[in-house]
């Protein structure tokens, strides 16, 4: 298992996990949100095959409508 920080909460996944399965995990709708991994903006068309590491420090940001 390796250790990541989402959005500020540490959480674990097997080695080997993608931005995709993190997506996945924390049940958000990948059209609607921006991902953020160390950083660097990560592609939609990228996440299942973008590999998190040990350490790795990720930002999910959900889109809202309104005005």
Do not use: C, L
């Given at each position: ?37 160390n950083m660097d ?16 420090r990720i930002e999910?940001?959900?889109?809202v409508g309104g005005?």
């Open positions: 298992m390796i250790g990541v920080t989402v959005n500020g909460i540490t959480r674990s996944f097997p080695e080997g996990s993608t931005v995709q399965t993190v997506v996945e995990s924390e049940g958000y709708d990948p059209k609607r949100i921006a991902v953020e991994v903006i990560i592609p939609r068309g990228t996440y299942p095959g973008t590999e998190i590491h040990n350490g790795d999910i940001v959900s889109f005005g």
